[in-house]
């Protein structure tokens, strides 16, 4: 494991224990498949910066960039159910490049969600279904 890399990310809400592979949020485990804890770790171990789709594809799932698919959309649409429990968004898509994982700061007590339509859509989507 590179000495430079993250072992923990945490700030008010989310906990992600990269060496144990575990996440948090609000105290409540996040039950996550291998797939998504791989990515959402990689995200942490980015964050601020923007990860390029091809990224997590090579990594995580071994795919060439001359692959095209949907698996990433869905794993990213699946860490984002669960992490937006807590009312935050702390996965922004950067269209047609990749994603960015958006830290909020411990110290940070005016923190805010990034507000997106689609977390709205996606809530009204879960509401209907429930």
Same mark, same amino acid.
């Given at each position: 494991m590179?000495?430079?890399?993250l *072992? ?6 989310? %906990?992600?224990?990269? $060496?144990? %592979?575990?996440?948090?949020?609000d105290s $409540?485990?996040?039950?996550? $498949?291998?797939?998504?804890c791989?990515?959402?770790?990689l995200?942490?171990?980015?964050a601020?910066? !923007?990860?390029?789709?091809?990224t ?5 799932w071994?795919?060439?960039?001359? !692959?095209?698919?949907?698996t990433?959309? $869905?794993?990213?649409? %699946?860490?984002?159910? #669960? ?10 898509? !950067? ?8 830290p909020?700061?411990? #110290?940070?007590?005016?923190?805010r969600?990034?507000? *997106? ?5 996606a809530?009204? #989507?879960?509401?209907?279904? *429930?």
């Open positions: 590179n000495p430079h890399l *072992s923990c990310y945490e700030d008010n809400h989310l %906990r992600v224990d990269v $060496t144990h %592979r575990v996440a948090t949020l $409540t485990l996040l039950t996550l $498949t291998r797939k998504e791989d990515l959402l770790h995200l942490v171990q980015n601020g910066a !923007i990860v390029p789709r091809e997590p594809l090579l990594e995580i071994g795919y060439g960039k001359e !692959i095209r698919t949907r990433l959309d $869905t794993h990213i649409c %699946r860490l984002r159910r #669960q992490l937006c429990r807590g009312g935050w968004a702390y996965i922004e898509t !950067i269209v047609r490049v990749g994603y960015r994982f958006h909020f700061s411990k #110290q940070c007590d005016a923190a969600p990034i507000w *997106s339509p689609w977390l709205m859509l809530d009204l #989507q879960l509401a209907c279904h *429930s």
